[in-house]
Nanobody, 128 residues
Framework: QVQPVESGGGLVQAGGSLRLSCAASGGSFSTYAMGWFRQAPGKEREFVAA????????RYANSVKGRFTISRDNAKDTVYLQMNSLKPEDRAVYYCAARLLGGSYTEVPIRPAEYDYWGQGTQVTVSS
């Protein structure tokens, strides 16, 4: 089983950029769909972006579409979240998650309950 570990969070001014990384070692990374979620104080965990096993299919929350880009490098067992044009409302703890999909190359889950393994999260703070 994979164990996701996030990095790359921090403090950035509104309009700035950050790139989050998630290293998911310990399993066959290419058999997992990967997702990014976030949770702001007092709010439920919400979907941000997800990517299929091969990286061909990507899905985004409407709130980040056009600003965030998810990608993966299966040779490095790593998934990325490039975040541009950050807004104060993007402030949250960002979590990486993995869903084992040995038989499907097109499925891209977007609900937290569909994911099997989670990282510990990384804080993103956007100042106005």
């Amino acid at each position: 089983q994979v164990q996701p570990v996030e990095s790359g969070g921090g403090l950035v001014q509104a309009g700035g950029s950050l790139r989050l990384s998630c290293a998911a070692s310990g399993g066959s990374f290419s058999t997992y769909a990967m997702g990014w979620f976030r949770q702001a104080p007092g709010k439920e965990r919400e979907f941000v972006a997800a990517i299929s096993r091969s990286g061909v299919i990507r899905r985004y929350a409407n709130s980040v579409k056009g600003r965030f880009t998810i990608s993966r490098d299966n040779a490095k067992d790593t998934v990325y979240l490039q975040m541009n044009s950050l807004k104060p409302e993007d402030r949250a703890v960002y979590y990486c998650a993995a869903r084992l999909l040995g038989g499907s190359y097109t499925e891209v889950p977007i609900r937290p309950a569909e994911y099997d393994y989670w990282g510990q999260g990384t804080q993103v703070t956007v100042s106005s």
